[in-house]
């Protein structure tokens, strides 16, 4: 479990004082895929650097598994980084030295024997599916085949924690999904916690369960996944689900309509049941749908549709009561004319 305490980090600069990170606490519990979102500037590399003490804290803890990082001496604290896997933007691998080297140089830090470091390296290897490359250099490897190499060295001392600092933001799409699998793999398979930072909200549906968004050094939202693209609360955080959810019917389109437009949202189970062709049984309204999708997040069900209701206004009145009633989420976007 990672706890992090009113953490703040300030840079000194000749301009003066710059604030990366502002008072933020935050727990992430054991086996969490925690993402940390935000545009660039927000705090996100300051604050996950801070995790691991490779940016020092300027005031604040950082409680890894019971231990306060910053009251560690420097030995003590370079045992307690080895439990702490990194990955990064731009795999940081050393460019003359093989996959089975680089992998093998994390297990010096730890005086691992020779034989215990080639089995080690070996079953890394095989883990993140590069047994074919352990004696070919950085330079022959495609993007996502490097940062498999960076998982592998990530995992070499066994870390219970995995920070990754925009892990695959240097990955075309299809890489991406396939880095983001394997992340998902090691953290069913081996418990590991992981934290990641990202500007892309792609990245946080698809593999997080919790998530917080940072703006100017401070976390302004978090929760669960689910819950925070359901009910998202601040304009930042809106912005950032609509960039993924993509829920937008042209204005034109909406100009045109001359019946009441709701839009509805079935969290859950409620996305399953039928509560749209119930209430055209139940009530003289007509429905037309101009917009609906059902996303799976965190493999909960979340649909979101825009209906134009036609009918008396008292009928799409009660429609609207009763869809209200179910789904506890309808907006009046438009009154009808
Ligand atoms: N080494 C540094 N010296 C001075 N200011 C810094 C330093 N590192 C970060 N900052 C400043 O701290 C603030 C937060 O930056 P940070 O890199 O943590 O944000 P970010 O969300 O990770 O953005 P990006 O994705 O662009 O890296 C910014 O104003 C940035 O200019």
New binding site residues.
Partial sequence: MIEVRNLVKT?V?KKGK????DNVSLTVNKGDIFGIV??????????IRCLNLLEKPTSGQVIIDGINLLSLNDKKLRTARLKIGMIFQHFHLVSSKTVFENVAFALKAANKSKRDTESRVTELLEMVGLTDKRDVYPSQLSGGQKQRVGIARALANHPSVLLCD?ATSALDPSTTRSILSLLKKINRELGLTIVL?T?EMEVVKEICNKMAI?QD?RVIEEGSVYEVFANPQAPLTKSFIQSVLQFDVPSQILEKRKGTIVKIQFKGSIAEESVISDVFQKFKVKGNILHGKIEYIQETPLGIFMMELNGDESEVEKAIEYIRARTNSLEVIVYAA
């Fill in positions: 840079y600069t710059v604030i990366g990170v935000g545009y660039s500037g927000a705090g996100k590399s300051s604050l925009e930072i500007h940072m050094g």
